[in-house]
């Protein structure tokens, strides 16, 4: 008899099955939330849009550089067990959160207690699902878990917005407290995977962590620092930027970390993860499809707010309603595609998504002038959520079923390491260029403007070396005229600045295109055919 506990019955694995959902939605719910509501809180936090990015950034980061090591800390005390003491933390993150009052503790309560506590809930996710849905259910099983996530980010919008616009933002971080009280409540109906005899590697852990996180830190701060060149009064090395000198030394760590892991395999010792897994193809074009999902959407997300929330001047309640058709379309495919057309080919499922989502991303940089009112956004929103659905629908049954079921949590390590690895470097990729652009032509806009007189010219040269602000025509008119500048050359400044916010958009939007092209070529390594006749065979008898 195997010594792993019997699934729950059909009942009872229906229950299971709501928590981990809740849990894979929660996790999901911050950054959406975040999202819509960035000028808001930036206001509220005495901070820049710059400042929320880097939030969200070191949110995603932390989550991603933690998940494996989270994955084999659950495998050795056991996944029941390190899901309740993740809720924990990340209860105790939001409350934080909730309570911030400047940028530092939000860093502290969101970006590190939460991303701490999402990255040991969500490998154990994975392992739960195994443990507790028969088998003949797992594979639907994991798309609800899929799906709960994408309805996260879909809900996330119009939730945020309307909290915000009518109470705070900071009532979304109290009920996440209170949605983590009612799971841990539940938290002993469901069967646990039982602890296995697992060493924790901790140079491992230190150098993916190390090496993760200095990668992502250079991008993110690449905009003002500068990404080759030492900037003037930034930090730097041998006459370059410290950005280049953070991702030589990621790049180190991570090689480094190759190498450790197959001194551990040579010596019969157990290293992080199985550096074997990445050379099976399925699973490798798995993770590389999460990436670059997670890595379009968190720069979709982080763009298209932004154009709505301070090129437009929408409330959050406003720019989380011309969300909406993405979230609806999101839903619908992620759940539709695996109801209706259950043994659809993965390849050919994600390949369709993509298109969806490229022409959903170049039709709204067309549609981006300065005559531009929301609307332009809502045939392009149903595009992109129709394409990230499709890719949710697939994507977690590809890669469970890469490997054998007892490698479930490795796998899930891997799969949310992709994942929030792909959405930190977005949203810090996005971010950068999208603020690089805006001084590049707000600069060079101001000097070869006659109307500013030179003085206010050379004053903006000093000044905006750094990085010129996200602000709409009303913070920038309201900031010029504190600062004693005359109307007519304030007039020339708010018209430079509308059509460089422009020129910013449509760069990060063909940037994100392409990153979305750049996926198709992934796409060959997804099996052509479903998965679900393989998951819903018998299983071999003990």
Not at 168 to 177: A, D, K, M, N, Q
Not at 498 to 515: N, P
């Amino acid at each position: 008899m195997s010594d792993h506990p019997e699934p729950a019955t059909r009942s009872g694995s229906g229950l299971v099955l709501a928590v981990l959902c809740a849990g894979q939605f929660l996790m999901t719910l911050d950054s959406s939330v975040m999202n819509v509501s960035m000028a808001t809180v930036a206001q509220d936090l005495g901070t820049t849009i710059t400042g929320i990015q880097t939030a969200i950034t070191l949110y995603t980061l932390v989550m991603a550089s933690l998940m494996i090591t989270g994955g084999k800390i659950g495998a050795i005390v056991g996944r029941r067990r390190v899901f309740g003491i993740g809720l924990i933390i990340y209860g105790a993150g939001s409350f934080i959160t909730g309570l911030a009052p400047n940028l530092g503790i939000l860093l502290l309560g969101w970006s590190l207690l939460e991303g701490i506590g999402a990255a040991l809930i969500m490998p154990a996710i994975v392992s739960l699902v195994a443990a507790n849905i028969p088998a003949e259910r797992r594979n639907a099983a994991y798309g609800l878990v899929a799906a709960a996530g994408a309805a996260a980010v879909a809900v996330g919008p119009l939730l945020g917005g309307a909290v915000t616009t009518y109470a705070s933002w900071r009532l979304v971080f109290f009920g996440e407290v209170v949605i983590v009280a009612v799971i841990m409540l539940l938290l002993r109906r469901m069967a646990d995977s039982p602890p296995e005899q697992a060493r924790l590697d901790i140079v491992g852990s230190v150098l993916s962590v190390g090496g993760l996180g200095m990668i992502v830190y250079g991008v993110l701060r690449s905009s003002e620092w500068g990404w080759i060149q030492e900037r003037p009064g930034e930090p730097g090395l041998f006459g370059l930027s410290l950005v280049v000198w953070l991702l030589l030394g990621g790049l180190l760590l991570l090689y480094l970390l190759r190498e450790w892991l197959a001194r551990l395999i040579r010596a019969g010792r157990e290293p992080l993860f199985d550096p074997a897994l990445l050379r099976n193809r399925q699973l490798n074009g798995g993770l590389g499809m999460f990436f670059a999902q997670f890595c379009v959407q968190a720069g979709v997300f982080f763009a298209v707010p932004l154009f709505l929330s301070v090129v437009l001047q929408l409330d959050a309640l406003g720019t989380g309603a011309r969300l909406l058709p993405l979230s609806v379309a999101l839903i619908v495919t992620a759940v539709g595609i695996p109801k209706f057309v259950p043994r659809a080919g993965p390849r050919r499922v994600v390949r369709l998504g993509l298109v969806s989502m490229i022409l959903g991303i170049l039709l709204l940089a067309a549609g981006m002038d300065p005559g531009a009112d929301a609307r332009v956004v809502a045939i392009p929103m149903l595009l992109m959520g129709a394409g990230l659905g499709a890719l949710a629908s697939q994507l977690g049954a590809v890669t469970v079923s890469a490997v054998p079921e007892s490698r479930s949590a490795e796998v899930g390590g891997l799969q949310n390491t992709a994942s929030y690895l792909g959405a930190s470097l977005g949203t810090a990729l996005i971010g950068s260029v999208l603020i690089a652009t805006l001084t590049t032509s707000v600069t060079a806009g101001i000097e070869n403007d006659p109307r500013i007189p030179a003085a206010v010219q050379q004053q903006a040269a000093t000044e905006l070396t750094d990085g010129v602000p996200f602000l709409s025509d009303t913070e920038l008119r309201d900031a010029l005229g504190a600062a004693g500048v005359d109307e007519a050359t304030a007039d020339a400044v708010v018209a430079i600045n509308s059509d460089a916010r422009l020129d910013a958009l449509h760069t990060t939007f063909a940037l994100t295109a392409l990153l979305a092209m750049a996926a198709l070529l992934i796409t060959r390594r997804l099996p052509a055919r479903s998965t679900v006749a393989e998951a819903t065979e018998p299983q071999g008898s003990s």
